[in-house]
């Protein structure tokens, strides 16, 4: 069972893939650069994603950037692959992963020429393992589950989240995830190691907190293991959760366990501290917080009625991408510079700032307790962060900061 870990460290070449991209030659990290070498890196990603497989110049460059057209698809796809095979290439001595780009008939694939260690490749092989291992051998089989479902820490190229071609892989492996958790929990179940199966939601639950069934066996496991309150606390915190962010009720299975909790649903709770872990939900974000425009509009109204009451500096600050004679962009480029937008300002904002997509071209944001000089500062600040970060070639963005407007009159809201 040792062996997989030392197979793992025996890499001098390790790629990451799940919850996050970057490749590793000796512990070092070659694959940040800058917004320049994007189109090499994702042209990495399509060809490793799809190893052992043969592609024309004009297929990958129609998968990758369906939106742009080449007079030339071999010459513009030749002078991306030289320099990502300079990137790979790095030092002589050491082994390049250079060699696994292969030319042949007119197609480029991805061959392993080189050895290489990938968390996705690992990740599989263990949950085969695992599923070969449960009839003789459960103890091995929970073993190998720990191990496969600590490789997946999140989605598979989670930075290419506009890219048609990779939802089918990136399904894929949260299935294969998800399988094997709730295995794993199977398992540990057969075993009545509830602490090994509280542990094991929990770490689930980080990774992806919108899946049910991992929130159910935490109950379950919970209730078994006699902690009634925190069962009740978790059950009051996800029901919150699920209906404020995705509009879904608890579901039957969910009441049913509330109901073995000692609580029926409708009744009181008469613990505070129970009431407010549910209030609570789960801290998903360190930053601004992030809502669809229907509820910036009603914390617009609640911030507009406080401002009458107390007279606080609410400001509203907005951006806007157009082309340079103010249409609205092709689709494809605009959900992702927008998205793009999106991930700056929720990471350049304080908590309790407030933040919408207004609609697929504009970014919403509300900043209390701010002068117009602060809000200023602030909008230029996200602006530099993502000018630093992101690139948006042939788009213009606009920026705009104004006061809330005043209520005349109407004290009362929808």
């Known amino acids: 069972m040792a062996g997989t870990e030392i197979k793992i460290a025996e890499h001098s070449i390790c790629i990451h893939t799940l ?16 917004s320049r070498s994007r189109r090499m890196w994702e042209l990495f990603k399509f060809l490793l994603s799809h190893r052992g497989k043969a592609f024309f110049p004009e297929v990958i460059l129609e998968k990758l950037w369906p939106d742009k057209e080449y007079s030339d698809p071999n010459l513009a796809l030749r002078a991306l692959i030289f320099r990502l095979r300079q990137a790979l290439n790095l030092e002589h001595e050491r082994p390049s992963l250079s060699s696994n780009i292969v030319f042949s008939q007119g197609c480029y694939s991805w061959e392993d020429n080189t050895a290489y260690w990938m968390d996705a490749e690992a990740f599989e092989r263990l949950v085969g393992e695992a599923e070969a291992a449960e009839k003789n051998d459960q103890k091995k089989a929970v073993y190998l589950y720990r191990q496969a479902v ?87 915190q996800v029901t919150t959760a699920f209906y404020r962010e995705l509009g879904i009720k608890p579901s039957e299975q969910m009441k049913n366990l509330y109901r073995l909790a000692g609580a029926k649903p409708g009744e009181f709770e008469l613990d505070l501290s129970t009431i407010q872990e549910g209030l609570k939900g789960k801290e998903t974000v360190s930053g601004a917080y992030l809502c669809d425009p229907e509820l910036f509009r009603y914390f617009y109204k609640l911030e507009r009625l406080r401002v009458e009451r107390n007279g606080q500096s609410i400001l509203l600050g907005l951006f806007t991408f157009t082309t ?39 970014i919403l944001i509300m900043l209390p307790g701010l002068n117009r000089e602060q809000a200023d500062q602030v909008i230029s600040r996200i602006e530099n962060n993502f000018k630093r970060e992101y690139s948006w070639k042939g788009l213009t963005l606009h920026k705009k900061v104004e006061s809330l407007l005043p209520l005349e009159g109407d004290t009362h809201f929808n």
Do not use: M
């Not at 512990?27 to 650069?33: K, T």
């Open 150 to 236: 600590a490789l997946y820490k999140g989605e598979y190229l989670p930075e290419l989240s506009f890219s048609e071609w990779l939802e089918p892989l990136r399904t894929y492996y949260h299935e294969v995830y998800l399988t094997a958790v709730l295995k794993l929990l199977d398992l540990l179940k057969a075993e009545r190691d509830y602490d090994g199966i509280i542990r094991t939601c929990e770490q689930a639950i980080r990774v992806d907190y919108f899946e049910e069934k991992i929130h159910l066996k935490l109950i379950e496991a919970l209730l078994a293991d006699e902690q009634i309150t925190r069962a009740r606390a978790h059950y009051n």
């Open 324 to 362: 340079s004679d103010y249409s609205l962009p092709e689709k494809t480029t605009l959900r992702e510079v927008i998205h793009n937008l999106e991930n700056t300002t929720l990471n350049s904002l304080r908590k309790g700032d407030v933040v919408t997509r207004w609609n697929e071209a504009q």
């Open 19 to 34: 919850g996050k991209f970057y490749v590793q030659y000796d512990g070092d990290i070659i694959s940040q650069g800058s």
